[in-house]
């Protein structure tokens, strides 16, 4: 029922990923700041004594989940890291947006605290998304 995600600044408990099984490949495009504290690049663990995963660890599942090539294609502008592990199984896709220095904040959006940090202006996740999205329809 799903045909692609879009995380920003989130990634799964150490927990949940080990417990996903999906059916068929799912496109996925994922945001994720450097210097994101809510949810650190490099995992970590919560309050509650959840651990958080590390960024490269989702994308290594879904990477190997669709069958997509191990090395991505890199492209970097400015402080934008996009990572396209492409082609992959049944026209999905697996990419990665690294904000070098980026905080808790939706790239191209609006400040929502000091503390979630300023978003980036060099891209729009809206934009992109729906590109994504559109691009990654139920096969």
């Known amino acids: 029922q799903v045909a692609a995600v879009a995380p920003v600044s989130a990634v ?5 990923l080990e417990t996903c099984a999906p059916s068929r490949p799912i496109a996925v495009l994922h945001f994720h700041g450097t210097a994101d ?3 650190p690049y490099d995992g970590g663990f919560t309050q509650a004594g959840y651990e958080f995963v590390s960024v490269r660890d989702p994308m290594a ?5 669709n069958d997509c090539p191990a ?11 996009h990572e396209i592990h492409s082609p992959c199984a049944e026209g ?12 808790h904040a939706w790239p191209g ?3 929502v605290s000091q503390k979630m940090g300023e978003p980036t ?3 729009s996740a809206s934009r992109i998304m729906w590109e994504f999205f559109a691009a990654h329809p139920m096969p």
């Not at 799964?12 to 949940?16: Q, V």
């Not at 294609?73 to 890291?81: F, H, L, P």
């Open 61 to 65: 599942f879904w990477t190997a989940q």
């Open 92 to 103: 999905s896709a697996v990419e990665l947006y690294t904000i070098i220095g980026g905080k």
């Open 109 to 111: 959006g609006e400040a």
């Open 12 to 16: 799964p408990i150490k927990e949940d």
């Open 71 to 81: 090395q991505p294609v890199t492209e970097e502008t400015g402080s934008i890291r």
């Open 121 to 123: 202006r060099e891209i």
């Open 37 to 39: 504290d809510a949810n």
